[in-house]
């Protein structure tokens, strides 16, 4: 099975700041991989997939990058309502997974 | 839209089993590709497993083998997750997602606690 390492596991930061949240791969994905937020108590909600792209309606202070195994979602300038739990999925192989989780907090 | 509604909590005791519905609007279940996942209290995201519209079968995480079973009746577009053996551990809230063609989880459920105590 394929393993998904983020890092950090938590973050701390401010409104304004940039933050940048790294997932690694244990083999290639090529770009099969998503990334999510989720707030307490509720389901999570996909803000990029395949590496790069947007789902509709995401801010465009999100960004995704990466390929293979090194990958990264990027907020270019923190808002409150940014402040959450990001997940990274990996879609290559049909045994999905997801990184462990990295909080983002005030 | 789809929309994903799931049946209530639920608390089991060790050893019993438990099954989990997710009703299906907007589309019919055969349009879509539907999985599990769950979350421990203060845990991580972990795929219990899904349909694999490629192969057109159920793929089972390695983690539940044995334990789990998926299906689905599209008579009333509903989808079932059963797991057995029930211990502490999986002690969970449990969601049902659907896939895109690009494999990503796009739609969910709004999860269903599940509660395994003596």
């Known amino acids: 099975d394929i393993q998904m390492t983020q890092s950090p596991s938590s973050l701390s930061a401010s409104v304004g700041d940039r933050v940048t949240i790294t997932c690694r791969a244990s083999q290639s994905i090529s770009t099969f991989l998503n990334w999510y937020q989720q707030k307490p108590g509720k389901a999570p909600k996909l803000l990029i997939y395949?590496?790069?792209t947007f789902q509709s309606g995401v801010p465009s202070r999100f960004s995704g990058s990466g390929s293979g195994t090194d990958f990264a979602l990027t907020i270019s300038s923190l808002q409150p309502e940014d402040f959450a739990t990001y997940y990274c999925q990996q879609s290559y192989s049909n045994t999905y997974s997801f990184g462990q989780g990295t909080k983002l907090e005030i | 839209q789809v929309q994903l509604v799931q049946s209530g909590a639920e608390v089991k005791t060790p050893g019993a089993s438990v099954e989990v519905s997710c009703k299906v609007s907007g589309y019919t279940l055969t349009q879509l590709s539907m999985h599990w996942v769950r979350q421990a209290p203060g845990k991580g995201l972990e795929w219990m497993g899904g349909f694999d519209p490629e192969v057109g079968e159920t793929i089972y995480a390695q983690n539940f083998q044995g334990r789990v079973t998926m299906t689905v009746d599209t008579s009333t577009d509903t989808a079932f997750m059963e797991l057995s053996s029930l211990r502490s551990e999986d002690t969970a809230v449990y969601y049902c997602?659907?896939?895109?063609?690009?494999?990503?989880?796009?739609?969910w459920g709004q999860g269903t606690l599940v509660t395994v105590s003596s």
């Open positions: 997602a659907t896939t895109s063609s690009l494999y990503y989880f796009n739609f």
């Open positions: 395949a590496a790069s």
